[in-house]
């Protein structure tokens, strides 16, 4: 007998298949779309750094984020560092988005990411970092990734969001004048004091997030809650853990919302 919970997800499945699709080729073809594009970012790997430890994408924060785009009118493609598909392990897979495993649209891009250099970054209006154990490794230092947000941000006048451990991917940002782009605005994501920091998974990090962010010269803010928690910086938009990602994402159509026609407009914009 399925539960009011799973008959939820059933139906939000059902409505997000008449809402639209997702699709990488529009990410690689230089053909026009008149439908404006968010490229999600997620990470490659399968562990936690050199160990064995398994890591995971957080399915959640790419499914509610998928559903508020597609709401708003978006169309979503998927790169990560190496293409091809991410890991997803059940850890990561709540009750309430578990019947989405089974939608097409969505498992097909993530089975089938793009790699950098098959992006078109002059297509996207935001790119959104996800969040999950994995997202520290891979991406923070990835030079294609870099060039596609700052691409997207400077010369497309778009949006750069993340959440939760996503924002693990913008700390080494730099804008064209070779400052970081986190540099004197308010960033949230997944503090470290939150982290269990006896774990063996914690010793594998590269870097912590609060501390690489406040050293870039970001604001850093968080709250000792798991309620959602967004920031809201111009055109930098970050949300503190899983359950900001719908939230984030709704931040991120607000602001664009707001901005000029990218159609109409050329040159840099400020933010």
């Known amino acids: 007998m399925h539960t009011p919970r799973f008959i939820k997800s059933l139906l939000i499945l059902l409505l997000s298949a008449w809402l639209g699709s997702t699709c990488n080729a529009h990410a690689v073809s ?38 508020t785009f597609h709401a708003a009118g978006y169309a979503v493609d998927f790169v990560t560092p190496e293409g091809g598909d991410v890991p997803i392990l059940d850890a990561y897979v709540g009750e309430q988005v578990e019947a989405r495993l089974q939608d097409k649209r969505i498992m097909d891009g993530l089975r089938n990411t793009a790699t950098p250099a098959q992006i078109d970054p002059s297509r996207y209006r935001a790119v959104y970092y996800v969040g999950g154990s994995n997202a520290m490794y891979g991406v923070a230092e990835n030079r294609g990734l870099q060039d596609i947000a700052m691409h997207v941000y400077e010369r497309n006048g778009g949006v750069v969001s993340a959440v939760c451990h996503g924002t693990a991917g913008i700390v080494n940002l730099k804008l064209a004048g070779g400052q970081p782009l986190v540099a004197g605005k308010r960033i949230s994501g997944y503090p470290e004091e939150h982290e269990e920091q006896g774990a063996a998974y914690f010793k594998e990090f590269p870097f912590l997030i609060r501390k690489t962010v406040e050293a870039r010269g970001g604001l850093f803010h968080a709250i000792d809650s798991n309620e959602p928690y967004i920031e809201v910086d111009g055109r930098v938009v970050t949300g503190q853990n899983y359950a900001s990602a719908a939230p984030v994402a709704e931040a991120v159509v607000e602001v664009l919302r707001k901005l000029p026609d990218p159609s109409r407009s050329h040159g840099q914009a400020k933010g």
């Open 30 to 67: 230089g053909s026009a779309d008149p439908q404006p594009r968010i490229l999600f970012i997620l990470a490659s790997s399968k562990v936690h750094g050199s160990s064995t430890l398994p890591a995971s994408i957080s399915f959640g924060e790419v499914v509610h984020a998928w559903d």
